[in-house]
């Protein structure tokens, strides 16, 4: 965890420097569409797969449009209230516990500026954490992940300060692999070792409210 602190603090520092020399600033509130997931993983003396359910989701993110240019710095929170499931080969679906799965990125947009159009395309980067939520389990812990992805999306200007958005995003919370994930303490919890990574993606869109000079 002191690491994570560590790089949100780098993250605050650099995104305060660049809206202090922005062009603009784009606030975009949203909603959206959290895609199921799942990984094979070694659990209870036994093989299947963990499941993370489809939900709907929220979030809020920020691009910072770099003057003079088309490339703008992005960030995003997202959260989704899901459940964890998990499978043993040719066997009935389990439910595991309900959690809340957040999303916490970072990375940089290519805009194409067609006037009220922007189409928009970038790298992110950032974690992923898993909060359960069962009052039977109250000692069961957080678990976050790095995570990468790719988004892609369509900004829509109605005036120069409001329009809407749409975007699609791939994210891949790695370091899964050749590990375990463990929800709990040292007493006790769910250890699931896993063996391949956990492939994951989501569609939405809100309003955009941008604020500078253009």
């Known amino acids: 965890?002191?690491?994570?602190?560590?790089?949100?603090?780098?993250?605050?520092?650099?995104?305060?420097?660049?809206?202090?020399n922005a062009q603009y600033v784009d606030i975009m509130p949203y909603g959206g569409y959290q895609f199921a997931a799942h990984v094979d993983v070694w659990y209870q003396?036994?093989?299947?797969?963990?499941?993370?359910?489809?939900?709907?989701?929220?979030?809020?993110?920020?691009?910072?449009?770099?003057?003079?240019?088309?490339?703008?710095?992005?960030?995003s929170?997202?959260?989704?209230?899901?459940?964890?499931?998990?499978?043993?080969n040719f066997q009935a679906e389990e439910k595991l516990f309900d959690a809340r799965q957040q999303y916490?990125?970072?990375?940089?947009?290519?805009?194409?500026?067609?006037?009220?159009?922007?189409?928009f395309g970038g790298l992110i980067l950032g974690w992923t954490t898993i909060n359960?939520?069962?009052?039977?389990?109250?000692?069961?812990?957080?678990?976050?992940?790095?995570?990468?992805?790719?988004?892609?999306?369509?900004?829509?200007?109605i005036s120069d300060r409001i329009g809407f958005f749409a975007r699609a995003r791939l994210l891949l919370p790695v370091q899964w692999s050749g590990g375990g994930i463990w929800f709990g303490t040292g007493?006790?919890?769910?250890?699931?070792?896993?063996?391949?990574?956990?492939v994951s993606g989501d569609v939405g869109g809100g309003l955009i409210i941008s604020v500078g000079s253009k």
Request: charged content about 20%; cysteine-free; overall charge negative.
């Open 1 to 20: 965890m002191n690491d994570i602190k560590k790089i949100i603090l780098v993250l605050i520092l650099f995104f305060s420097y660049e809206i202090s």
């Open 45 to 75: 003396n036994t093989t299947g797969k963990l499941r993370v359910k489809p939900a709907g989701n929220y979030g809020l993110g920020i691009d910072v449009v770099l003057p003079y240019s088309d490339i703008s710095i992005t960030a």
């Open 77 to 88: 929170f997202t959260n989704a209230q899901t459940y964890l499931t998990f499978q043993e």
């Open 104 to 119: 916490w990125m970072f990375g940089v947009n290519k805009e194409i500026d067609m006037e009220k159009i922007r189409p």
């Open 132 to 157: 359960p939520d069962d009052p039977d389990h109250p000692e069961y812990n957080n678990v976050s992940k790095f995570t990468m992805g790719l988004q892609g999306g369509l900004k829509l200007f």
């Open 187 to 198: 007493g006790s919890g769910v250890s699931l070792s896993t063996g391949t990574s956990i």
